[in-house]
């Protein structure tokens, strides 16, 4: 019998072949994953490397993307996560429990701090916090389950002694968990970065920054190579109803070809910004791995093998100059906006007063208001000429008339 246009509009009478090889792969949006039969819709498993069966778990699409975020980390296992923040939030809803004790670096991306204070006032939770580049203060207990390790630290970039670190953990069975949006998978292997073969057990990388590298797509993701720890993380993925959009993982799917071509590129503008950077006297001090005076370059030359970084730059103003000065500066610039976030093609700043940041006293940071410079993918010569020119207007200002 011949159906009626209201249901020939959704079962169309004709479906050109849909298989086409193409240079992106599809992208598939689904809620609904159509089953073949019902043995297919009785013989799946949520342990399925593919488990093809609602959209909140992933499509061909996701499932891509995830293959290669696991491939450029050096796991095996990748879950996405609407944002770097949510996998971090996923990461420690899994494995902390009611007085469980967690030890996170004094210079951890903020936002997880917030959420691990907010975990101990609700949920009993313990958060101890360690000098990133000083492992002694790395003090587990028998309670202690998590460790969180960030490769270099928010905002003043030192480069932990991950060596070290991870060592201690290992000994004392305490989970390791590296945010590895610095690094990107690029500038150090989390899962084989030496003194013998050290591994993390898990990594968080805000997708948000180089595997997008449009300042326009929010994503995180989870790596392992250990599939308990997998399965454990992607059932409370499953039970929280964590998805990702097809279209957002086809877009950042896009830019992994490009990936470490931008991260190469950036990794050289912010060395050669460094050195510009060394030479001003508005600055009592210049953070970046790379350079020789900040804290835990040595652990960075022993793990970043390439000697790269992302292009992140902090710099602290003497203290001789106000916020309001430094804010002029910041608005004085041109080419550097004003705005969160990294690894896209724009170059930014942001502005950071480490009184309120830090908990632990710390000997190797001065006194002063921080700017942080994110590298985009201009020509360096022009990023300097604008710095320079915002340099400029300062001077003038701070110089006393006579
Ligand atoms: C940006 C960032 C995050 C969070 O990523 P979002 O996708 O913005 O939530 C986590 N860790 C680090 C180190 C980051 O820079």
Redesign the pocket.
Known sequence: MKKHLQTTLIHAPRNAPQYILTVQPPVFRASTIIFKNTDALINRHWTDDYDYSYGTHGTPTTFTLADNIAHIEGGDYCLLTP????A?NLVNSCFLNHGDEVWVADNI?G??MEHLRNLESRYGVVVKVYNPIDANTFQPTEKTKLIWL?AAG?VTLEFPDLINLVKKAKQTKVLTAL?N??GAGLAFNAFDFSSEHLSVDLT?H????YPSGGGDI???SLVTQNKKLHLQLLRMHAIQGIAISGDDAAQIQRSLASMQLRYTQQSNSASTLLHWFKKQSEFIQVLHPADESSAGHHYWKDVCKDEQSAGLISVIFKPEYSMSDIRQFCDALQLFKLG???GGPMSLIMLYDLKNMRTLEHTHLQQGLLVRFCIGLEHPTDLIQDIESALKQLRQKTIPSE
Do not use: H
């Open positions: 944002s770097g923040l949510s971090i991306y936002p997880n960030e928010s945010d949006t610095w968080v805000a997708l948000t920054k929010l994503m995180g969160f976030s990294w």
